[in-house]
């Protein structure tokens, strides 16, 4: 599996971390974890079975990326309200105007796009964990399905 964090507070990735203090004995036998900048120095995105995705798309970079991360994964599963409808990242889209001005100078300086967008206004996503941060239950017993659609559980 991998792990990854876009445009966000990260807050669902500390939820998933805070699951580990219980459940690492048990996923450590039966996980992967090719990618996950939290946990480990050297990270491979390459052929993934799942991806897990955080937060919302903001610039270019971003966009380049979570297309690439669609590309190697088998299934993709946004995580959290920010990578499901783009909010609450997504805050500057609703900008008046005259704040919009304000701030184009670091939207051009830092590659921003003309709107932050949830992943589905981008990526096919297969499925979704709501919440802000994840629903911690939704997330246990959809991780517990995807191990026994990938045959690593009966
Ligand atoms: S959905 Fe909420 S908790 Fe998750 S990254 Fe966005 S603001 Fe943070």
């Known amino acids: 599996m991998g792990w990854f964090s876009f445009t966000c507070c990260e807050d669902s ?13 048990r ?3 039966l996980v992967d974890f090719r990618y996950f900048r939290t946990l480990k120095s050297k990270n491979d995105m390459t052929d993934l079975d799942i991806a897990f995705v955080e937060g919302a798309i903001s610039n270019t970079r971003e966009e380049n990326l ?10 993709l599963v946004a995580i959290g309200s920010c ?32 709107k932050v967008s949830a992943l589905s206004e981008i990526i096919k996503v297969d499925d979704t964990v ?9 997330f246990l017993t959809k991780f517990d399905r995807y191990l026994r659609e990938f045959g690593v559980i009966a």
């Open 83 to 114: 990578a499901c409808s783009g909010s609450p990242a997504n805050q500057r889209n609703y900008f008046d105007k005259s704040t919009k001005e304000e701030i184009q100078f670091i939207l051009d300086r830092f590659g921003h796009r003309d």
């Open 27 to 29: 996923w450590k036998d």
């Open 66 to 75: 979570v297309k690439k991360i669609r590309d190697n994964c088998k299934k």
């Open 13 to 25: 990735t500390m939820v998933f971390i805070e699951l580990l203090n219980e459940r690492y004995a």
């Open 130 to 138: 709501n919440g802000c941060p994840m629903e911690e239950n939704v």
